[in-house]
């Protein structure tokens, strides 16, 4: 992991402990879009796991090396993507806190 990535995923990591502080006026609007948002990530994750195990099944029946990079590239997105999902509804009551 590059520095960029690790500064990025900190400031993540602080933008989501904002985020669930007390001292927020909007989150009563949260509260109404968070079932949404629940909804949202478990269709996410659910895609999630099945495309890692087509990637997977790529990964193991590839024979040439640029196959299986591309299947390894694959999960790594993958994994990307889940890391997105889990932060975004974190990030939404930042923003309307902000």
């Known amino acids: 992991m590059d520095g960029k990535t690790l500064l990025l995923l ?3 990591a602080q933008l989501a402990t904002h985020a669930l502080s007390e001292d927020c006026m909007d989150v009563e609007m949260f509260r109404k879009l968070e079932p ?3 909804d ?3 269709i996410g ?3 999630a ?4 195990g ?3 099944l790529k990964w193991s029946a590839s024979e040439s090396d640029e196959t299986r990079e591309d299947a390894k590239r694959g999960i790594i997105y993958i994994i990307i993507g889940i890391f997105v999902l889990k932060v975004g509804g974190e990030f939404i009551l930042y923003i309307l806190c902000g």
Do not use: D, F, H, R
Not at 49 to 52: D, R, T
């Open 10 to 12: 900190l400031i993540l």
């Open 36 to 38: 949404t948002i629940e």
């Open 40 to 42: 949202i990530q478990t």
């Open 45 to 47: 994750y659910a895609l």
């Open 49 to 52: 796991v099945l495309m890692i």
């Open 54 to 56: 087509y990637q997977g």
